[in-house]
């Protein structure tokens, strides 16, 4: 069963940063794109940043270029998104999502204020 | 970015009845593999996306066949065709081919 977990939301000031984890089981991660997605509560869905299998091609929406980081461990099957330069608007539940955006993680929310 | 432009926005339907919700995107969703890489979703309240339809018309496993995609190039059709209280949440069209990714703005189904 494939299964994607993440961790490391929390509240945060803005400036600050965080680090997300997503935790793959039940397929070949290493041989996977994957993706993280944001959501304000209560709005849609919008896509952040994806990185090809061996984490040699990343891209990212311009809205978190420059601030955020999307980097992944074959050997620990774990996405990561590094984030920095925290803002307000920042604020959503974030997703990662295998490369073929079938299978999707639970989410965790990342708060940002004073 | 590409648009996708999802409507109806809301869509109260009765137990039984069909449904459906278009997606229209600004560009052509052909990739230069010949594939069309539009995606739909259902999200329940307090859940993930779920992918209901893979590429245009393909049905994911486990998804009831009361569900069925259409469409091509730049205009895509979500259709059930007899809505049950389970149905209830927020559709998403999602357009694949064009980085960024979108989606549509959502629609929510609700019962009448």
């Known amino acids: 069963e494939v299964q994607l977990v993440e961790s490391g939301g929390g509240l945060v000031q803005p400036g600050g940063s965080l680090r997300l984890s997503c935790a793959a089981s039940?397929?070949?991660?290493?041989?996977?794109?994957m993706h993280w997605v944001r959501q304000v509560p209560g709005k849609g869905l919008v896509w952040v940043a994806r990185?090809?299998?061996?984490?040699?091609?990343?891209t990212y929406a311009d809205s978190v270029k420059g601030r955020f980081t999307i980097s992944r461990d074959n050997a620990k099957n774990t996405l990561y998104l590094q984030m920095n330069s925290l803002r307000a608007e920042d604020t959503a539940v974030y997703y990662c999502?295998?490369?073929?955006?079938?299978?999707w993680g639970q989410g965790t929310l990342v708060t940002v204020s004073s | 970015d590409v648009v996708m432009t999802q409507s109806p926005l809301s869509l109260p339907v009765t137990l039984g009845q069909p449904a459906s919700i278009s997606c229209r995107s600004s560009?052509?969703?052909?990739?230069?593999?010949?594939?069309?890489?539009l995606h739909w979703f259902q999200q329940r309240p307090g859940q993930s996306p779920r992918r209901l339809i893979d590429?245009?018309?393909n049905r994911d496993s486990g998804v009831p066949d009361r569900f069925s995609g259409s469409g091509s190039g730049t205009d895509f059709t979500l259709k059930i065709s007899r809505v049950e209280a389970e149905d209830v949440g927020v559709y998403y069209c999602?357009?694949?081919?064009?980085?960024?990714?979108?989606f549509g703005q959502g629609t929510r189904l609700e019962i009448k």
């Open positions: 999602l357009q694949g081919t064009h980085w960024p990714f979108t």
């Open positions: 999502a295998e490369g073929g955006v079938e299978y």
């Open positions: 039940g397929f070949t991660f290493s041989t996977y794109w």
């Open positions: 990185i090809n299998s061996d984490g040699s091609t990343t």
């Open positions: 590429k245009v018309s």
């Open positions: 560009q052509s969703l052909v990739y230069s593999d010949g594939n069309t890489y």
